[in-house]
């Protein structure tokens, strides 16, 4: 009974050490596991918003930033302007030299500078080797730099279609212009026209070319400012024609008055 007993009290024993260190070993396995934060279990994602704001943020600022900046557009209408006028004057110029070599009955210090004189081999503009100079309204004098040419520049005067015959005065020449004939003199008012009309082309066409330019640059300026300069460029093209007209009308005054 005794032995009974005691085996009894030694399984309770037993059996109270065993739970004992069932619960050790759970409070042991219950310690080793690590706390997670929330915030690693459950990240978050704000940082994304953030960097999509920053993002947001720095496009708007680049826009912003070009929208401030002020691009100077240069102001291309005066060199336009300037072009034309000077294409317009340069026909002018050629218009003035065609028109000096036409003879009227008057003479004209220019009316030789156009003939060819050739010496030693070499083909020269008259007013290059030689002075003229007006004597009186119906003579003309021919003085050379260089004596050695004047036999040179005799004959180059007789060769040009401008019907003179100039003599020998010491070392220069003279020569009397002679009067026009009816026929010479509606001869030359026929080129004069011409040359007119030909003058008038080539202003016009100094006027088209402005226009065109303007025209391509049109996003350089706003409509205001290109109506303006094509009615500047209009009214600089009349000014030339206007001129040219009047040239013209004062050679035919000169060729047919004498």
Do not use: W
């Not at 024993?13 to 050790?24: A, E, Y």
């Not at 918003?49 to 900046?69: E, H, I, M, P």
């Not at 003879?103 to 003229?132: C, F, Q, Y």
């Amino acid at each position: 009974m005794a032995m009974l007993l005691r085996r009894a009290i030694s399984y309770r024993n037993s059996v109270m050490l065993i739970r004992s260190c069932n619960s050790i070993i759970q409070t042991r396995n219950l310690l080793s596991i690590p706390v997670i934060p929330k915030a690693q279990i459950l990240p978050s994602f704000d940082f994304l918003k953030d960097n999509r704001r920053g993002f947001a943020k720095g496009k708007r600022s680049k826009d912003d930033s070009a929208g401030d900046t002020v691009q100077v557009v240069p102001d291309i209408g005066p060199t336009i302007k300037a072009v034309a006028a000077s294409q317009m004057e340069a026909a002018m110029v050629a218009l003035s030299r065609e028109l000096a070599k036409l003879r009227t009955g008057r003479a004209s210090a220019g009316m030789l500078d156009h003939i060819i004189v050739e010496t030693d081999g070499v083909k020269l503009p008259l007013n290059r080797l030689a002075v003229a100079a007006v004597i009186d309204p119906k003579t003309l004098s021919v003085n050379p730099y260089d004596p050695n040419t004047l036999k040179a520049l005799e004959k180059a005067i007789v060769s040009s279609p401008l019907g003179l015959n100039p003599r020998v005065d010491g070392e220069r020449l003279i020569a009397s212009i002679p009067p026009l004939t009816k026929e010479h003199m509606q001869a030359m008012c026929k080129v004069v026209s011409k040359s007119c009309e030909d003058v008038k082309q080539s202003i016009r066409r100094a006027r088209q070319k402005a226009l065109d330019t303007i025209k391509k640059s049109g996003s350089s300026f706003s409509k205001d400012e290109v109506k303006r300069l094509e009615k500047e460029v209009d009214d600089l093209t009349k000014k030339f024609v206007k001129s040219a007209e009047d040239m013209c009308k004062a050679k035919e005054r000169e060729i047919t008055e004498g």
